[in-house]
């Protein structure tokens, strides 16, 4: 069935240094894989997004890189500051009829910056 | 800053109380989203609209059920709460598109004693 999975539930990464947060999928007929930020007692915030036939693309402060022969998504934060200290979702998306997206969750990454 | 709100954000209730979480858009969004998700944990749809007076279940059963009357309200019923239904709801809304943009309300946090 689809899945979305992270490898690591907790990250600690020094602020200044960057982060790099991992995600396997298994459905190779997703459309997009989208990267959420959720702070604590928040809903889930959009980062970035990538549409599946690229390998590469680049936000503000974030980079996200998909290997499709591995299936294998990850995100990269430039000079982590301490608001970057959230749960990171990768997901999935997918049109379905009448454009529905569905669009499918893994497990979270916490990302702890350490002062 | 998105235009979708949810409330209450926090709500505790005895067993078999019956209960309605509201969210609202501002954005004129057509298609609606509910969420499950317990904490540290993935998210789960549990139900969407594709506009007024649609509604799907979506891929975790739930007991709960929806409206669409108007564009930007969609409420979640359930008609009697037990502790199993204790989680966070979480409430989105798109645009359109393909890219899986979704923007999403604070939630609820529902405890059922």
């Known amino acids: 069935g689809e899945s979305v999975g992270l490898h690591l539930p907790t990250l600690s990464v020094q602020e200044g240094d960057n982060s790099i947060i991992n995600c396997a999928y298994s459905?190779?007929?997703?459309?997009?894989f989208i990267w959420y930020k959720q702070e604590s007692g928040k809903g889930p915030q959009f980062i970035i997004d990538?549409?599946?036939?690229?390998d590469k693309r680049q936000g503000q402060r974030v980079t996200v890189l998909l290997n499709k022969t591995v299936k294998h998504l990850s995100l990269q934060i430039a000079a982590t500051q301490p608001g970057d200290s959230a749960v990171y979702f990768c997901?999935?998306?997918?049109?379905?009829?009448?454009?529905?997206?569905?669009?499918?969750f893994g497990t979270g990454t916490k990302l702890q910056v350490i002062p | 800053e998105a235009d979708i709100y949810q409330t209450p954000r926090y709500l505790v209730i005895g067993t078999g109380k019956k209960i309605t979480l509201e969210c609202s858009q501002t954005?004129?969004?057509?298609?609606m989203y509910w969420y499950q998700q317990d904490p540290g944990m993935e998210l789960h749809l549990i139900h969407y609209?594709?506009?007024?007076?649609?509604?799907e279940k979506g891929d975790l059963s739930s007991e709960s059920t929806v409206s669409r009357i108007r564009t930007e309200h969609f409420p979640l019923t359930l008609e009697s709460a037990r502790p199993s239904h204790t989680s966070q709801y979480l409430c989105?809304?798109?645009?359109?598109?393909?890219?899986?943009?979704?923007?999403f309300g604070e939630g609820s946090r529902l405890t059922v004693l």
């Open positions: 459905n190779s007929a997703s459309d997009y």
């Open positions: 990538i549409r599946s036939n690229m």
């Open positions: 989105a809304s798109t645009r359109g598109g393909d890219t899986g943009e979704l923007f």
């Open positions: 997901a999935e998306n997918r049109a379905q009829a009448g454009g529905y997206q569905k669009v499918t």
């Open positions: 954005m004129g969004h057509d298609k």
């Open positions: 609209s594709y506009g007024v007076n649609s509604t």
